[in-house]
C-alpha cells in the first residue's frame, strides 16, 4: 500500500491567487481528515469526511477555504483567495479503525 | 471540548537512556483512544502507539511502552534506550471511540533531543 499520498509536497504561491492540494486517502478507509499545523497553533483540524461526506467543518478558518471529496479515493482543500497567514503545512489523513495514517503533508508559502 | 496538555516543549536524554514525555487530557466520555505520534524533522506524522480506554493493559510496542492512569487522565509515553533517530517532536492525541467528534485532538507537542 502506497499510504496516503499528498500532492503537490511544497506550494509557494502570491497573495490572491487560487491554490488547490489534493490527496488520495488508503484503500478501505472510510474517513479522510483535513490538518494544518503552524508553529503558533499547532495541528488544527479543518474538516473531516465520513464515507464520503463532509461530517464537521467548523475547523475550517473562513470561507475562503472549502473542501471537496467527490469520491472515495480523492479529496480537495481550496483556497481561494489565498492570503500570507494560510502559510502553513497541510495534512490530510484517513482512518478506518481508530488509528490515524497521515499523508507526508504539503507546505504551503503565499508571498 | 477535549484537551489534551503536554506541560514538556522540550526533553533531553542521552543515547540508550530512558525518557518518559508527560501527557493529560481531559474528557468526560468514558470510550475512547489515545496515541502517541511521531514527526521527525521529514514532518511525516508516524504512529508510535495506541491505547484503548476500555483496555487496563498498557500498550507497548518494541521500546515504547505507556502509562495509562485513566482516572488520572494521564498517558505517558516511555521510550527505552534511546537511539538517536527518537530525535523528534512527539505529539499525544485524543479520540472518541464512538460517533460525534472523530477527529484527532493534539497536545503541543514535546520536542525529543537525544545526546550522543
Known amino acids: 500500500d502506497a499510504g496516503v499520498i499528498q500532492s503537490p509536497r511544497h506550494e509557494v504561491t502570491e497573495m490572491g491567487q487560487e491554490v488547490t492540494l489534493r490527496c488520495k486517502p488508503i484503500?478501505?478507509?472510510?474517513?479522510l481528515f483535513w490538518y494544518r499545523q503552524t508553529m503558533m497553533r499547532g495541528l488544527e483540524l479543518l474538516i473531516y469526511?465520513?464515507?464520503?461526506?463532509?461530517?464537521?467543518d467548523s475547523g475550517m478558518p473562513e470561507d475562503r477555504f472549502s473542501a471537496k471529496m467527490p469520491n472515495a479515493s480523492f479529496s480537495t482543500l481550496k483556497i481561494q483567495p489565498s492570503e500570507p497567514r494560510d502559510s502553513a503545512v497541510y495534512f490530510c489523513?484517513?482512518?478506518?479503525?481508530?488509528?490515524?495514517?497521515f499523508g507526508p503533508g504539503t507546505r504551503l508559502t503565499v508571498l | 471540548a477535549q484537551t489534551v496538555t503536554q506541560s514538556q516543549p522540550e526533553m533531553s536524554v542521552q543515547e540508550a537512556e530512558t525518557v518518559t514525555l508527560s501527557c493529560t487530557y481531559d474528557t468526560s466520555e468514558s470510550d475512547y483512544y489515545l496515541f502517541w505520534y511521531k514527526q521527525p524533522p521529514s514532518r511525516q506524522m508516524i504512529l508510535v502507539i495506541r491505547q484503548e480506554a476500555y483496555k487496563q493493559q498498557n500498550a507497548t510496542e518494541n521500546r515504547f511502552s505507556v502509562n495509562f492512569q485513566k482516572a488520572a487522565k494521564s498517558f505517558s509515553l516511555k521510550i527505552s534506550d534511546s537511539q538517536l533517530g527518537d530525535a523528534a517532536m512527539y505529539f499525544c492525541?485524543?479520540?472518541?471511540?464512538?460517533?460525534?467528534?472523530?477527529?484527532?485532538?493534539f497536545g503541543k507537542g514535546t520536542h525529543l533531543i537525544i545526546q550522543p
Open positions: 469526511f465520513n464515507n464520503n461526506v463532509p461530517i464537521d
Open positions: 489523513a484517513s482512518s478506518f479503525r481508530g488509528s490515524l495514517v
Open positions: 484503500s478501505g478507509h472510510d474517513y
Open positions: 492525541a485524543y479520540r472518541e471511540s464512538g460517533g460525534g467528534a472523530d477527529g484527532l485532538t
